[in-house]
């Protein structure tokens, strides 16, 4: 099956860094779509992505769709307390009518305020 | 809009027992699609509904069975409980139109099995 390989597992950072976090896929994918989940509660989407090479902003949330459309990555800056969480990256497969998701592990961020 | 509503929030239950959670999608959204989560494996697909009919299925045991009733409202239903079932059960809804992937999340139902 596909398999997602989002790195790194986890960050500790000190607020105001900038953060980056990425995946990358066995095969190609259509949609790649960042998420973030804080304890006890249910993945919120963060961006989605669409077209290869589609750089799309959401506050100091950046991600990219990667040109290969094998990879994406997700970048935070000036990070505060409130971006500690896991972050998942999800991403739809090329084929036919599937509208099944693959997940990334996650990345568990920690920010030191 | 109200967002996915998911019930029971959290539930205990004993090995062999089967259990039901619910989820209600956002309105107007006619997929939902069920996940599993543990802290070994992550995020595995269960199954997606859409229009009633069961569209894609992960690969879980037929233990795991789900259904959607014509106001989108979808049921999973788990027989035979084993310990490995405790996880954090997510639906997802999706209006799934043309070009849209977007699966938004329910806060989920945590299940124990004792």
């Known amino acids: 099956g596909q398999q997602l390989n989002q790195s790194p597992q986890s960050m500790f950072i000190q607020e105001g860094e900038d953060v980056s976090m990425n995946c990358t896929s066995s095969?190609?994918?259509?949609?790649w779509l960042w998420y973030k989940q804080d304890p006890g509660e249910g993945p919120v989407l963060l961006i989605a992505l669409y077209k290869a090479g589609e750089l799309t902003s959401n506050g100091r949330l950046t991600a990219q769709f990667g040109i290969t459309r094998k990879d994406s990555f997700l970048n935070i800056s000036a990070s505060i307390p409130s971006d500690v969480g896991i972050y998942f990256c999800a991403g739809r497969d090329s084929g036919g009518s599937n509208y099944k998701l693959t997940f990334g592990k996650g990345t568990l961020l920690t920010v030191n305020p | 809009k109200a967002g996915v509503t998911q019930t029971p929030r959290y539930l205990i239950k004993t090995r062999g027992q089967q259990v039901t959670l619910s989820c209600s999608p956002i309105s107007g959204h006619r997929s939902v699609s069920w996940y599993q989560q543990t802290p070994g494996q992550g995020l595995q697909f269960l199954f997606e509904y859409f229009s009633e009919t069961q569209r894609n299925k992960g690969n879980f045991p037929g233990r795991f069975s789900g259904r959607q009733f014509s106001n989108s409202r979808s049921e999973m239903n788990v027989s035979t409980l084993e310990l490995g079932d405790s996880a954090l059960y997510l639906c997802a809804s999706s209006s799934r139109t043309s070009g849209s992937n977007e699966q938004f999340f329910g806060p989920g139902t945590r299940l124990t099995v004792l």
């Open positions: 095969s190609i994918f259509n949609t």
